[in-house]
């Protein structure tokens, strides 16, 4: 009963950057709930999901050794938020970008619908 829904997708050239955004909603949050880990995945055409970066509640990240020190993944001011600054983005940057997020009390992990990042010249 959680809902991701992302945000900031679109057309980019070569080096440009993208911000995309994530934000949960659901009955669950009237309790006051926090997640465990947020966090975005990826997937190309004829590829397979791939985990880009995660931030736990308390602040840890990790990141996918192909966007390290390219992409900053950040909570938000607003509880239960997530971005991913993406800097200079490259072609083998395109695909689906999907958020995640691992909450107490749900049974498995809640997905977002997908934003699509074009990075073309």
């Known amino acids: 009963q959680v809902q991701l829904v992302e945000s900031g997708g679109g057309l980019v050239q070569p080096g440009g950057s993208l911000r995309l955004s994530c934000a949960a909603s659901g009955s669950i949050f009237r309790f006051n709930i926090m997640f465990n880990v947020m966090g975005w995945y990826r997937q190309a055409p004829g590829k397979e999901r791939e985990l880009v970066a995660a931030?736990?509640?308390?602040?840890?990240?990790n990141y996918a050794d192909s966007v390290k020190g390219r992409f900053t993944i950040s909570r938000g001011n607003a509880k239960n938020t997530v971005y991913l600054q993406m800097n200079s983005l490259k072609p083998e940057d395109t695909a689906v970008y999907y958020c995640?997020?691992?909450?107490?009390?749900?049974?498995?992990?809640?997905w977002g619908q997908g934003t699509q990042v074009t990075v073309s010249s």
């Open positions: 931030i736990a509640s308390g602040g840890s990240t």
């Open positions: 995640n997020a691992k909450f107490p009390y749900e049974p498995s992990d809640s």
